[in-house]
Structure formats: C-alpha cells, structure tokens
C-alpha cells in the first residue's frame, strides 16, 4: 500500500537553529516527490518538486533532498516567518498522496 | 496572473442542503483535485480529473460529485448525503507529465460549515 510518513509531528526551533524535516515513503514507482508550505487557514504552497534518489533542490533556507526511502527538508538558521505546516506528498501514478504534516514554530 | 481561484471562501449551510463549491483555473492544467482537510490531519483526496469529461473517486467520495464540463473548471457538490460535511476544502491542479515535469498547485481553500 501506497504511503507517506511525516516527522517530527510538531518541531519548535530556536531563530537561528537548523535542523530537518523528514518524510519517508513506500510505493510502487515514483514520479515526483513534494514539498509544500502550508499557513493557517490557507492552501498549501508548493516548494520543491525532487524526481529521483540524489536530487537536491534549495529555495531561500529550505533544501530539500531524496532518497529511494525518504526525503528531508533542511531549514538552515530558520527564522520566525518560516513558521508553518509543511507537507510532503507522493506521486507514484495519478494521484497524489500526502503526508500528515510537520508543524515547525520558529521561535524569537 | 495565473492561478487557482475558489469561491467563496467561508460557506454556511444548513444539515440536509447540497452545496457546489466552485474551483476554477487559468494554468491550462489538464489535471484536477478536489481534498478535504479536518483539524490536526493531512489532505485527503475526494476526486480528480485527468481530462475533461472524465473523472474518478479519490479515497473518500461517498457523499461527494464532481462534474468537469470545461478544462478549466471542477466544481464540487457536497451532498446531503456526506455525513460530516464541515471541512476546508481545497482544489488543486497538476501539469500532466508530458513534459517531463510534475507540479501540483492549490488554490486559498474553502471552509465549509454545516449546522
């Protein structure tokens, strides 16, 4: 079965603290792997879109990179705006299948 | 500016009305989605579309209908018959592929609330 494992549930950093964000997965053939931002009350906004095992994309503060079994999302030295949800997602044919999520609160 | 429009942003519905959600596009993505999103949880998908006139269940569409009539537009029905219909729902709309490249997008979000 077709699926997406986010973790930590909840992070809360420091400003300034790095650290990551992991998302791991199993399904039969990947197209693409996904990263979004999420806001309260808001759609999610797409991040970075990873296709295959050693590919790295980076936006800002935010990496994201892939393995055959997972992906992570490095922030480096995050700051209070980068506060939010962020979700992953899988596309291994039609649909996509999504992650519970990683709130990160970024702490002053 | 291209993107994905939903209307309205919060809904009020009384128990036993249907209601259509409204999802429209102008990215000429020839993929749709319709997710539901409960407090605390990740997306979960009611329908999408690959092509127009043509749609399937997502994981939970029992109580749900779509219709895609035009490429750039899939409303979606809340029937009477969802048994917990309030929810933020978000449709959403992905390049097929063909060119090598996927990409999903979203539009704000609509909050629907039944009472």
């Known amino acids: 079965e077709d699926q997406v494992t986010q973790s930590p549930e909840a992070l809360r950093l420091q400003e300034g603290e790095s650290s990551s964000l992991n998302c791991s997965y199993t399904v039969s053939g990947l197209r693409g792997l996904f990263w979004y931002r999420q806001d309260p009350g808001k759609g ?65 | 500016d291209g993107g994905i429009t939903q209307s309205p942003k919060y809904l009020f519905r009384k128990e036993g009305q249907n209601v259509t959600l409204s999802c429209e596009q102008n990215l000429n993505h020839d993929a749709m989605y319709w997710y539901r999103q409960d407090p605390g949880q990740g997306l979960r998908l009611i329908y999408y579309s690959q092509i127009v006139n ?24 809340v029937t009477s018959a969802q048994k917990n219909p309030t929810a933020f729902y978000l449709c959403a709309s992905s390049t097929s592929g063909r060119t090598g490249s996927y990409e999903q997008y979203f539009g704000p979000g609509t909050r629907l609330t039944v009472t």
């Open chain 2, 54 to 77: 043509d749609f399937q269940k997502g994981d939970i569409a029992e109580g749900y209908s779509v219709s895609r009539e035009k490429k750039e537009s899939f409303p979606l029905t």
């Open chain 1, 44 to 108: 999610p906004e797409f991040l970075f879109t990873l296709y295959s095992a050693g590919e790295e994309k980076e936006k800002e503060r935010l990496k994201a990179t892939l393995t055959k079994k997972e992906s992570f999302l490095h922030i480096t030295a995050p700051k209070p705006e980068d506060s939010a949800t962020y979700l992953c997602a899988v596309l291994p044919f039609n649909k996509f299948y999504f992650g519970s999520g990683t709130k990160l609160n970024v702490k002053p």
